[in-house]
């Protein structure tokens, strides 16, 4: 069985930098993309970056620049480094590991980023 738990959220003025991390606990870390989403109030939750075992990245357009994925193979971890943070990026990130052999999604249960202005 698989599980993914966050940590690192909190408050933080505009400008500023957080860095989350995602724990994976299970097997073969290898055969999951990681993928770091986001969820504001009343809005539908949404693709923030992802990266493959192989450390191919992806990012949406609001984050480009600002953010950075990685993964630490060592560890089973990942880690998003937000810098220049916005008050739009409040929201609560959750972390999402993607077998790319059965196709299930597992979900952490969320850290709060707060960006006031």
């Known amino acids: 069985q698989v599980q993914v738990v966050e940590s690192g959220g909190g408050l933080v003025q505009a400008g500023g930098s957080l860095r989350l991390t995602c724990a994976f606990y299970?097997?073969?870390?290898?055969?999951?993309?990681m993928g770091w989403y986001h969820q504001a109030p009343g809005q539908q939750r949404e693709l923030v970056a992802t990266?493959?075992?192989?450390?191919?990245?992806n990012y949406v357009d609001s984050v480009k620049g600002r953010f950075t994925i990685s993964r630490d193979h060592a560890q089973n971890t990942v880690h998003l480094q937000m810098n220049s943070l916005k008050p739009e990026d409040t929201a609560v990130y959750y972390c999402?590991?993607?077998?790319?052999?059965?196709?299930?999604?597992?979900w952490g249960q969320g850290t709060q980023v707060t960006v006031s202005s």
């Open positions: 999402n590991a993607h077998s790319i052999v059965t196709r299930e999604d597992y």
């Open positions: 990266i493959t075992d192989g450390g191919g990245t």
């Open positions: 299970g097997s073969q870390f290898s055969l999951y993309v």
